[in-house]
């Protein structure tokens, strides 16, 4: 999606900061011997209460509220009775849909305690994705987002998993431009128009670099099982620098 107007701005940021509050929320009631389901019901209840509706049930069936990996899972989760254990690595994926707009943002938790490589994937996880974020500018190439990304994955001894991306997002979850690598792939010409409102979220791993998908159809895995973590925000290309919409 491309802005048009100020009513398109304040309605993303409305939806971006509702999914940041939830995100935030959630984040802080993880602790060992919650469920999985517990924090989606916690989830859903957030989204409900200002009136927004869950992106992943809405758009494609999917069966919860928010996504919740618990490692070695990495992304689209299923919440279920499964209890959160101490030491355990967990991404939150919240997206939803406030007023025709739709705001995705989304984080990784290591539960105390945990090794300190695991404190520094997920604060490298977090730099790799604000690396990306630098580099986006109305005119720019898109891949010059990958391009920051892997620079700084590749400096710090990370791997990117290569079949996860980001993506457009405004009136729909997935909206143009369609899937954006968070890799750099130099065959990819696109330009960034001033306005596009998109994610960027790298999965930076310690050595996998794609996942595969469980026998539940959802949950998505590294085949070695190699901690992987994710960061997410939705954000606005303007003159001024990207605008973040998935601030709490």
């Not at 060992?32 to 924090?39: D, M």
Request: glycine share 12%; with cysteine.
């Amino acid at each position: 999606m491309t802005i048009e107007n100020d009513d398109d701005l304040q309605g993303l940021k409305a939806a971006g900061q509702l999914v940041a509050r939830t995100l935030e929320a959630m984040g802080k009631a993880l602790e060992p011997g919650i469920t999985t389901r517990e924090l989606d019901d916690l989830g859903r209840r957030l989204l409900e209460l200002e009136g927004a509706r869950s992106a992943p049930e809405l758009t494609y069936n999917f069966p919860g509220a928010t996504c919740i990996s618990v490692g070695p899972d990495c992304a689209h989760g299923i919440p279920d009775d499964r209890k959160v254990a101490a030491g355990d690595l967990v991404n939150i994926d919240v997206s939803a849909e406030l007023g025709g707009y739709f705001g995705d943002t989304g984080a990784s938790f290591a539960v105390p305690p945990v090794t300190a490589k695991i404190e520094r994937l997920c604060r490298d996880g977090r730099r790799a994705m604000w690396s990306g974020i630098r580099a986006v500018r109305p005119g720019g190439k898109l891949n010059e987002i990958g391009k920051a990304i892997e620079t700084f994955a590749d400096r710090h001894g990370y791997t990117l998993v290569r079949n996860l991306g980001s993506h457009g997002v405004g009136r729909s979850l997935h909206d143009d431009p369609g899937e954006i690598p968070t890799w750099y792939e130099p065959r990819d010409a696109r330009r960034i128009p001033e306005g596009l409102v998109f994610t960027i979220e790298p999965f930076l791993s310690l050595g996998a670099d794609w996942v595969e998908e469980g026998d539940d159809g959802w949950t998505l895995t590294p085949p070695g099982h190699q901690p992987t973590v994710q960061y997410e925000h939705t954000l606005v290309a303007t003159r001024r620098g990207p605008v973040i919409l998935t601030l709490a």
